[in-house]
């Protein structure tokens, strides 16, 4: 065995963490894209949680997984494959090896492979690895219960406890792999077990025995490897889910635009930990309730925001079906919402824990009545932030809720995101009632050129006024049933929606002159994108055209779509926006390819499916 290992170079690496929903793979995962992310790396995550609550020890159905992919410059998916696989038991392996590429390098827990571990993973014989064709040359079999019993034997701790830190020992292994700082790691654990110190500290002993096993023994590899930075761009970064980003970016909306924060909401799986976030931030400002039911919670936002506060309600799908009542009682008193729908798989309870884009149509009209609301997409964890900043803004200077749609994929996963400078964010100027109305004010006069109406807040002399859920004269305010009367408004609040400017629709790759346009919206971004720059690089001419804004469309929209001879919409769903824009665009009759499986696109399948409608 040669003194040291060769370190290689790497542009980018893939770590899949997998084991039993108890054994921390997400929590090993966090610790791991976040020391990358700190140290300028790219990151994209995909968190892979089973929907069972708590299968049983060892089931296949109960397997965890937590994949990172790490990059020198911006990693724009999780990776279809990892280059690294960590099974801790044999059920692991077994659900888990087909997220591995050919050549990846496999780390078990070989005291999570005895007779009793291989019956429940359904393995035929003892020969496990022969049985999956995998070579043994590729796997570092480490006995890591054992080993993490010995290094805490005199802790104190009670054996449940300790069995508990064997995600650690895993991650010190791959820590080492990687060259990674292990001071990073200690302040994490540190931080995170702050309340537990006895337990942060066992953990950090934990993590330096697996990356002592590493080095000491070079754990069955030829080399380690570094992944350095690119185009460092001075800031401070950290990682960030998509959930945590739409929390931070609801603060800063607030901030900006002079009020107070307020988000009344239901704890639904995959959206709770927006209300977890904020929860945590009253000094700030926030005002968080945890309602009874779904629609109580928009009903109590549409409430803060009669009361003037910037107000927020978050959902999944089957709570944007609970909320449509409340929802349309924000349009018809067109009031500002911010409206978070972090989709998942469905119908009804469907995959509670999985990712789809299939509550498109359901936001822009599943609701009764002429209901038009400004739907905003995000396509990444990061853009989050900006999402829902630009949500908000829209909300309070157009006086109407919006919704934004995220989905499980980026709201659970993460990226390295630079910190915002609040000033240099867009301003936001509420639509507030003018002091020449005092006295004469009626809650549905207009902005002559917007069409919002104006904003008056309760206590204020002079602009006294009543909404709800009847319909209005649009003069007068009081309640009205004349036919003429309602078709105008109906009209009027459609056209205020349709007058909101948003930015145009960028075209990237070869825009002047691509075989294939390449369409999508949300979060399959980094998907599409990485389609098209592999072919790119494989000679094709392609062009990718990825919308944040729903409704309404960019105004170039019909102009981008019309330019090319094939268009190909692709998304996670069974064609919904593909229908909406062949309903918006004349004559547009797009290729589709759609997916309803509850997981993110393969880079590969999209390759193949667009390079056959090129050489059709």
Not at 128 to 135: R, S
Not at 166 to 179: K, Q, S, Y
Not at 269 to 287: N, Q, Y
Request: hydrophobic share 40%.
């Amino acid at each position: 065995m040669a003194e040291e290992l060769e370190v290689k170079q790497l542009d980018d690496v893939v770590v899949r963490f997998s084991g039993d929903s108890g054994d921390g793979m997400q929590l090993a995962g966090n610790i791991f894209s976040t020391v990358s992310a700190t140290i300028g790396n790219g990151i994209s995550t995909f968190p892979d949680y089973p929907a069972d609550i708590r299968a049983p020890q060892g089931s296949l159905t109960g397997v965890s997984g937590f994949q990172v992919h790490i990059a020198s410059g911006r990693a724009y998916t999780p990776g279809d494959k990892c280059d690294v696989l960590v099974a801790m038991n044999a059920a692991a392996l077994k659900t888990q090896y087909k997220f591995a590429k050919p050549q990846a390098t496999i780390i078990i827990d070989t005291d999570s492979f005895g007779p009793a571990d291989l019956k429940k993973a359904e393995f035929k014989t003892d020969d496990y690895l022969g049985e999956m064709g995998i070579d043994p040359d590729r796997v570092v079999a480490c006995p890591i219960t054992q080993m993490v019993k010995d290094c805490l034997a005199d802790s104190g701790l009670d054996n449940k406890t300790v069995l508990k830190c064997r995600n650690m020992f895993a991650l010190g292994v791959v820590c080492w792999l990687f060259n990674r700082n292990l001071d990073f790691v200690t302040s994490f654990l540190r931080e995170k077990f702050a309340k537990k110190p006895a337990v942060a500290e066992c953990n950090i002993k934990v993590v330096h025995a697996g990356y002592d096993y590493g080095h000491n023994t070079h754990a069955s590899v030829p080399a380690t490897y570094r992944i350095d930075s690119k185009n460092k761009v001075k800031g401070r970064y950290m990682d960030t889910t998509g959930n945590k980003a739409t929390a931070y970016g609801l603060i800063a909306a607030a901030e900006k635009a002079g009020l107070k924060l307020y988000l009344g909401s239901y704890p639904i799986t995959p959206a709770t930990d927006i209300l977890h976030e904020l929860a945590k931030h009253k000094s700030c400002g926030v005002m968080t309730v945890q309602c009874e039911d779904e629609i109580s919670g928009c009903a109590s936002a549409i409430g803060a925001s009669f009361a003037g506060a910037l107000a927020a309600t978050s959902t999944s799908g089957p709570g944007i079906c609970l909320k449509s009542e409340a929802m349309n009682l924000a349009v018809i008193d067109e009031l500002p919402l911010v409206v978070i729908d972090v989709q998942r798989g469905g119908p009804s309870t469907g995959l509670p824990t999985k990712s789809e884009q299939t509550d498109l149509l359901q936001a822009l009209f599943g609701r009764n009545g002429e209901s038009p609301m400004p739907v905003i997409a995000a396509t990444s964890p990061t853009n989050c932030f900006d999402s829902v900043y630009a949500a908000a803004k829209i909300a309070l200077e157009h006086l109407t809720p919006v919704v934004l749609l995220t989905d499980a994929f980026v709201a659970n996963g993460s990226s390295a995101w630079k910190l915002p400078d609040i000033n240099e964010l867009p301003e936001i100027h509420p639509h507030y009632a003018t002091p020449e109305q005092k006295g004469v004010y009626t809650p549905y006069k207009r902005d002559p050129e917007t069409g919002a109406r104006y904003w008056a807040i309760p206590g204020q002399e002079g602009y006294e006024h009543i909404l709800g859920g009847l319909e209005k004269d649009g003069d007068t305010g009081a309640i009205s049933t004349d036919p003429e009367n309602h078709d105008k408004m109906c009209r009027l609040r459609a056209a205020k929606v349709f007058k909101i400017p948003v930015p145009d629709l960028e075209v990237q790759g070869d825009a002047d002159d691509a075989d294939l346009l390449i369409v999508g919206f949300g979060g399959t971004f980094g998907h599409l994108y990485s389609a098209m720059e592999e072919m790119r690089s494989a000679g094709h001419k392609v062009a990718l055209a990825h919308f944040n804004y729903i409704n309404p469309l960019p105004k170039n929209t019909a102009e981008v779509l019309g330019k090319y001879k094939k268009v190909v919409v692709a998304e996670q769903n069974l064609g919904q926006f593909a229908g909406y824009l062949r309903m918006r665009i004349d004559n547009f009759m797009p290729y589709q390819f759609n997916q309803v499986k509850g997981q993110p696109f393969v880079v590969g399948e999209l390759v193949k499916a667009f390079t056959k409608i090129i050489n059709n």
